[in-house]
Structure formats: structure tokens, C-alpha cells
């Protein structure tokens, strides 16, 4: 049996759990809307199936549910903010509204955001920038799961970062990727399957690369580009970790921690291109830039060139119009994630 489930319902199941749970209808609206957009950008690791791990830390004490975004420190086009250990995704939706305030001022802006949780896909806050008509730069340190190169003890996490800048008749270009050659995901699922995973995924608990993606889960994954995304991370790390006044390297709480707050950071940056050039004529310029790269020579067997972000928007308007389709794991966890909340989850499924 196939399940689908609209978006703007599955939007109203996951705020109406989170209103019952004591969030603000703002704040829960806030949330469901970054956990939909993964689901319909077929980033599902980030949507739905997220919701339970969030209420569970809410339960146990390590998220607040009704905090407040304050200001640490403010100058000029720079400003430094304190989560309060909110849910990540009110957090950062907060920080880029002020973040895109302060660029309509400003020109540009940066704003660092500190004691806070796991935000979701980065890509929805740098997004928030390129539908404002500018560009935005988003990244966040992680709990860690990745040694540093040359290393065999996780220090470092996947730690993402997102660029998206407008384009005019075309889908804006969103850059969002870890710095991990792969999702950890990936290598649970190929351990669960008893498969071999490619070499230069992961690392074994000696730090050596492995093929068994048993020893791997064991040890750690490994940084994109070797020490090329070790260095991309360890920036990240400085920037979302020490500059927020957050935690850094190995001592960030993991999100399936039950006794441990996250405590990790973000950092944004916003640049509003009419300072440099009008921005109608910017993104007819990004329009061109894009019409350039997808009609250039295609390598054999390849139809299509695709730009950054594209595949995950042609996505989005697939299933916002067709629903999007639950898989029977997850459809019985939020059927007995629902009834917890004397809510069935039924009656929001397309019928």
C-alpha cells in the first residue's frame, strides 16, 4: 500500500504534536514548515522521521520549549545571539529574519548564534536569504562523527554549509553539503544489509579505511576530499563553535544523547547584491550564468547538466503537487507517535 501524505497536512500533523507539547503555534509552525521542506526537497532523513528525536529531547530536559532568542552583543551589521537551548530550527529561522533585516540596512550582515540544537536542512535558512532577492551563507557545527584527517578518534562533525543565491526565471542555485565523504546514514543502512561499503567511506576504529561497514560504524567516517574537507570542517567548527561561545569539537552533545544538551551554533552571513549591482539586472546575470553551464557540452550518456540545488527543487514542486510518499516504518511510528497525543494520524493522510 502506498501512504502519501500532502504537504500542508503533514505541516498540521507535526504542529499540532508540537502545540500539545507546549510549543508556541508561531514556533511549531516554524518548525514544521523546515521539517516539511526537507521531505518535499527529498531530504527525508530531515523531515518527518526527525520529530520523535526532537520530543524525546524536549521530554528529558535537553531543549527548552519556550525560550528566547537574546542578544549578546550588537555592532553595527554584526550581532551575536544566545539560543537559550531552543529547538534549532526556531532558532535559526530567528537569527536569518535578523540576519536579512540587518543586509536590508546594512549591505551585508553576520550573525553568529549560540547555545541551540540541530536546526534540520541548512539549505531552508540560506533559501530564506535567496527568496529575500539575497545571498545567503548558513553553517553549523554537529556532534561528532569524523576524525580528523590522518586521525581515528571522531573529533569533528559532518558539519554543513549552505550557499543559495536568486536566480530570476530559473530555480535559485543552493549549494548545502557536509564535509563528510558520506552521510552515516548510508553505512548503517549498508550494515543492516550486509553489504560492503566503497573504500574511503570510513575508517575503522584503528583508523585504517575499511570496506566492512560493521568496523566502520565502529570507527568513523571520513572528511570529503580527504584533507580537504577536514580543513572545511575544522573552520566550520571555529566559526559555529568558538565564535558563537558554544561547544567545539568532541564536546558537543550528540542528538541521541539522553543526558547531554547539544549546545552547538551557527553562523550566518547575508550580502544583498544591489550594493554592488542592481539586483534585477544581478539575477538576469545568474539566469544567463545558469542558461551557460546547462548548455554546455554534456559528457557521453549524460542527458542533463544540473545546477546546485536544482534536482531538490524540480523535487519540491513534484511532490508539493502529488503528495509526499511515507514509507511503513515511519507511517507506524507517527501512528504511535500520534496516539500519544490522543491525535490520529490518519486523518491527515490523502485519502
Not at 91 to 117: P, R
Not at 203 to 215: C, F, K, L, S
Not at 296 to 314: D, H, M, R, T, Y
Request: charged share 25%; glycine share 10%; hydrophobic share 40%.
Amino acid at each position: 500500500m502506498t501512504i502519501i501524505i500532502l504537504p500542508n497536512k503533514e505541516k498540521q500533523f507535526i504542529r499540532d504534536i508540537l502545540v500539545k507539547e507546549g510549543i508556541s503555534d508561531h514556533d511549531a509552525s516554524d518548525v514544521a514548515d523546515v521539517l516539511v521542506s526537507a521531505d518535499v526537497r527529498g531530504i527525508k532523513s530531515h523531515g518527518l522521521s526527525r520529530l520523535k528525536k526532537y520530543l524525546d529531547r524536549i521530554n528529558q530536559g535537553l531543549i527548552e520549549r519556550t525560550p528566547q532568542l537574546t542578544e549578546i552583543s550588537h555592532k553595527g551589521n554584526a550581532l551575536l545571539l544566545d539560543g537559550h537551548n531552543s529547538l534549532g530550527q526556531i532558532t535559526a529561522v530567528q537569527s536569518m529574519t535578523k540576519a536579512i533585516d540587518l543586509a536590508k540596512e546594512y549591505g551585508t550582515s553576520v550573525v553568529a548564534t549560540g547555545n541551540s540544537n540541530h536546526f534540520g536542512i541548512a539549505a531552508y535558512y540560506s533559501m530564506m536569504a535567496s527568496k529575500a532577492g539575497m545571498i545567503g551563507f548558513v553553517c553549523t557545527n554537529t556532534s561528532p562523527l569524523m576524525a580528523p584527517f590522518g586521525g581515528k578518534k571522531a573529533m569533528l562533525g559532518t558539519n554543513p554549509f549552505t550557499v543559495a543565491i536568486p536566480a530570476d526565471k530559473h530555480h535559485d542555485i543552493v549549494l548545502d553539503l557536509a564535509t563528510s565523504q558520506v552521510a552515516r546514514g548510508k553505512i548503517e543502512v549498508a550494515a543492516r544489509e550486509g553489504q560492503k561499503i566503497p573504500y574511503g567511506w570510513a575508517v575503522d576504529p584503528e583508523g585504517r579505511p575499511t570496506t566492512d561497514a560493521n568496523e566502520g560504524l565502529k570507527g568513523t567516517v571520513t572528511p570529503l576530499g580527504g584533507p580537504k574537507g577536514y580543513g572545511m570542517s575544522l573552520v566550520i567548527d571555529i566559526l559555529s563553535g568558538v565564535l558563537t561561545r558554544s561547544d567545539y569539537l568532541e564536546d558537543i552533545g550528540s542528538l541521541s544523547a539522553t543526558n547531554k544538551k547539544q549546545n552547538l551554533g551557527y553562523f550566518m552571513v547575508v550580502i544583498d547584491p544591489s550594493i554592488f549591482v542592481e539586483t534585477t539586472v544581478f539575477k538576469k546575470m545568474i539566469d544567463d550564468y545558469i542558461d551557460r553551464i546547462k548548455s554546455s557540452p554534456k559528457a557521453q550518456g549524460v542527458e542533463e547538466i544540473f545546477l546546485p540545488g536544482e534536482i531538490e527543487a524540480n523535487m519540491t514542486e513534484k511532490q508539493e503537487h502529488d503528495g509526499i510518499e511515507i514509507a511503513e516504518g515511519l507511517y507506524h511510528a507517527m501512528k504511535t507517535l500520534g496516539e500519544a497525543y490522543h491525535i490520529d494520524f490518519d486523518d491527515y493522510l490523502q485519502k
